[in-house]
């Protein structure tokens, strides 16, 4: 099997479950969903530069052809803004879900749910 | 003197930094700094207006790194109107802050407020399309911060629903950066309009689908019809004074579509766009009828407004362009004097907060009332002031167009919507006598100088009547110069050449 499938399959897996998580109507999920979407999109981003093996990205003696670096540099701050911004969404819904009593995203506690087991309220 | 290009990000990071050191102890002084430098932001856009007015693209590469390898920051006549809008908006929202004491309720409001200054600026000025992303992201954090500034549980829920909104927002587009770049091999904007020029016919539907995706995202920014959702419980929720800086963001989309609009969207996005922009527009002046308290109101005069801006963006015609941006700064500010009123009347009142009930009477009331006044004539678009001629370019312009009876029914329609709203909401306001004796408590002296920033802004509406001349000349040549791709390209990439 190619490395394209490979990559391709995996992107395909990461968002598809990152939109399934998205969808959800509590913010735990949410935040897994916005995480799988990210890291489908710094496969995806590193792709773009064509998936090739074994070439340095800048420089290295007696190498004629390389690999495009750029790709890497923003798959790189990519990494680094999508890791503040879960940061944030965790650190945010955490907050929520201790003022306000609820883990829906919407804020309106869903009565008819069936409630965790290991649920204090 | 290209150099001063760079102050606009440069000065918000430095006043940011410096504010944070007075953030517990003496913090009139963080105060007075964080005042000072937007007075100096907006002297330096003064001056790179001046510079813009000259008609030239002017590119600054950072690190004097040439064009497509190096990040370009680029000014011409829209950016440069864009970067006044902001500071004049931020002078009076920073200083109603300060007045009202709003910046006390945290520890982190100014150095916030200039780094969301620092987003929106650097929006404005970039050239290249993954600078674009990084600004967005940081104008998006400073505001995630803003939004919750004051706190609440009403407000957490409002900021969480933003917060992932957007991060959907980035992530679409990231992939579109992404497509881009795999396409032409570039993200400076003026480099992936000369390499999209000899795509391969394959490659053509990927670049056409990744511009449809940056449209999707800068329309969720702008608050655009399917993607409009997020807006109003978001605005609705935050401090109002916050909201009124706010309705410089939704513009940053605006202004990212009409940027990036010729560049790499290209004109067929319009065919999209106009539809949602009507049925936006429809919508947002229905929720001006529904609204039943103040803040949501202004939230949906924003919706409505800016949605009539994009209707005219998205003819993509020079004419209905420069129309639209003459309507841009009017309704920037008078969105804001709506948010900044809404805060003045649950700080004056007391008791009622903004719900639209008669109150028993309280002192200021009557000062409100004509400060309401202005804000209703502005946003619904009535002769004296400047939406008016906003409005009737607008309709002159979209003549030409297949959808001008659409546009004409939905801009005169919502117009009449938002006036009988205006109408309803301030007679009850000020009008309407609530006969119970007022509760005690409630006589609290307000303080006049509060108003000063909303009569700035009202001033502005004014002036931008008054010079309605001048403006408009202004912004037909700059609807040129955003149309005129090749001049853009030869003003970035002519570094290049010469190395």
């Known amino acids: 099997m190619s490395i394209e499938f490979l990559v391709a399959t995996a992107i395909g897996a990461l968002t598809a479950a990152g939109i399934y998580l998205c969808l959800r109507a509590r913010t735990f999920p949410v935040v897994l969903g916005l995480a799988m979407l990210s890291y489908a999109i710094n496969l995806f981003l590193f792709a773009m530069g064509r998936l090739v093996v074994n070439r340095p990205p800048l420089y290295a003696k007696g190498v004629a052809d390389y690999t495009d670096p750029l790709p890497q540099a923003l798959v790189l701050t990519a990494i680094v803004i999508s890791f503040g911004m879960t940061a944030i969404a965790v650190v945010l819904s955490l907050r929520t879900f201790l003022e306000t009593g609820t883990d829906q995203v919407d804020g309106v506690p869903d009565q008819s749910e069936d409630r965790d087991p290991g649920d204090r309220t | ?499």
Not at chain 2, 210 to 230: D, E, Q, R, S
Not at chain 2, 280 to 297: D, N, S
């Open chain 2, 1 to 499: 003197m290209t150099a001063l290009i760079a102050v606009p990000l440069l000065l918000p990071v430095f006043a940011a930094t410096a504010s944070l050191l007075f953030r517990r102890r003496r913090r009139a002084i963080g105060a007075a700094i964080s005042i000072a430098a937007t007075a100096l932001l907006l002297c330096t856009n003064v001056a790179l207006v001046m510079q813009a007015m000259r008609g030239e693209v002017i590119a600054y590469s950072l690190g004097d790194w040439p064009a497509p390898y190096g990040i370009v920051l680029v000014l011409d006549r829209l950016a440069a109107l864009m970067l006044i809008l902001t500071a004049v908006l931020a002078l009076a929202v920073i200083v109603h802050a300060v007045l009202t004491g709003l910046d006390r309720k945290g520890w982190h409001f100014h150095p916030l407020f200039h780094f969301q200054l620092l987003g929106v600026n650097g929006a404005f000025l970039t050239g290249d399309l993954f600078n674009l992303f990084v600004f967005f992201e940081v104008l998006l954090i400073a505001s995630y911060g803003l939004l919750l500034h004051g706190q609440g549980a009403r407000r957490l829920t409002a900021g969480v629903q933003y917060v992932i909104v957007n991060l959907v927002g980035s992530t679409i587009f990231l992939i579109a950066l992404g497509m881009l770049y795999g396409v032409t091999g570039t993200l400076n904007m003026a480099d992936v309009l000369v390499r999209a020029g000899d795509l391969p016919v394959g490659d053509q539907g990927l670049f056409r689908a990744a511009g449809l995706l940056l449209l999707t995202v800068f329309a969720l920014k702008a608050a655009l019809l399917p993607l409009h959702l997020w807006l109003p419980r978001a605005y609705a929720g935050a401090a109002p004074t916050v909201a009124a800086l706010f309705a410089i963001m939704t513009k940053v989309g605006a202004y990212a579509i009409v940027r990036t609009g010729p560049l790499v969207i290209g004109a067929q996005a319009g065919a999209y766009m106009l539809p949602a922009a009507l049925g936006t527009m429809l919508l947002g002046f229905a929720g001006l009828l529904a609204a039943r308290h103040l803040r949501p109101m202004a939230a949906y005069a924003l919706i409505g407004s800016t949605a009539t801006l994009l209707a005219a963006i998205a003819l993509f015609e020079p004419r209905a362009l420069a129309a639209g941006l003459y309507y841009l700064p009017h309704t920037t500010l008078s969105a804001a004097l709506l948010f900044l009123l809404a805060d003045l009347v649950v700080r004056w009142r007391c008791v009622e907060g903004d719900a639209i009930v008669p109150t028993p009477e309280y002192p200021g009331q009557r000062w409100l009332g004509v400060l309401f006044l202005t804000a209703g004539v502005a946003l619904a678009g009535l002769p004296p002031l400047s939406g008016f001629i906003g409005k009737l370019l607008i309709l002159e312009a979209s003549l030409a167009s297949v959808w001008a009876p659409f546009i004409w029914t939905l801009i005169l329609g919502t117009s009449l919507v938002a006036v009988v709203a205006f109408a309803r909401a301030g007679s009850t306001l000020f009008w309407k006598r609530d006969l119970t004796p007022a509760t005690a408590g409630t006589g609290v002296r307000p303080n006049f100088r509060e108003s000063a920033p909303a009569v700035f802004l009202i001033v502005c509406l004014v002036a931008l009547t008054l010079a309605a001349g001048p403006v408009t000349s202004y912004m037909e040549a700059t609807s040129e110069q955003v149309f005129d791709v090749g001049a853009y390209v030869k003003a970035v990439l002519v570094p290049l050449e010469d190395g």
